[in-house]
């Protein structure tokens, strides 16, 4: 079975509902999220809840959106 299509964003870009632009933490999620891409990590401590949240190429290579509402889901158009 073909995987589902990627939205059609860069990975390292969240949809708006899910980070909004205006967020007072973007900056440092957006740079903790490209570092965890970087070194090949499933994932990164937010800076806000401590939790754990999974990087959109985890989620890509899982091949498959759960539907939980992830941050870096890269299926959500």
Do not use: K, N, W
């Not at 870009?13 to 973007?26: I, M």
Request: a negative charge; charged letters at 25%; proline letters at 13%.
């Amino acid at each position: 079975m073909p995987l589902p299509p990627l939205a059609d964003r860069p990975l390292t870009e969240p949809h708006p509902s899910r980070l909004a632009p205006d967020h007072p933490s973007r900056a440092e999620i957006l740079s903790r999220h490209a570092q965890a891409l970087d070194a090949g990590d499933a994932g990164y401590d937010d800076p806000d809840s401590g939790l754990f949240v999974l990087t959109s190429l985890f989620h890509a290579e899982r091949g498959y959106c759960c539907d939980r509402g992830c941050r870096h889901c890269p299926y959500v158009a």
